[in-house]
């Protein structure tokens, strides 16, 4: 996760793509999957690929709801804009 953290805060967001995407691929009960998750949703946001942003966020709501990261991908949900935009 730390690594991801790391190469987001230096916009290589490849890389932070990459990171945060094994977390929750080798990891999936850590307690640092629902962040990493919506960090991956949010590193989707800044390559500009949206409609992945916005299920991967979704997915957040859904699979950790009641939880910080969730509400955080919930308020990023609704500053993407309208589908097909």
């Not at 962040?35 to 991956?40: N, Q, S, T, V, Y």
């Amino acid at each position: 996760y730390w690594i991801g953290e790391a190469y987001y805060v230096t916009r290589d967001y490849e890389h932070a793509a990459a990171a945060f995407r094994a977390v929750g691929e080798r990891w999936p009960t850590s307690r640092k999957a629902p962040d990493a998750l919506l960090k991956l949703g949010y590193t989707q946001f800044e390559q500009k690929h949206l409609t992945a942003a916005r299920a991967t966020l979704q997915q957040v709501v859904e699979r950790f709801g009641g939880s910080d990261a969730a509400r955080l991908a919930q308020e990023r949900l609704q500053k993407l804009p309208p589908e097909g935009h």
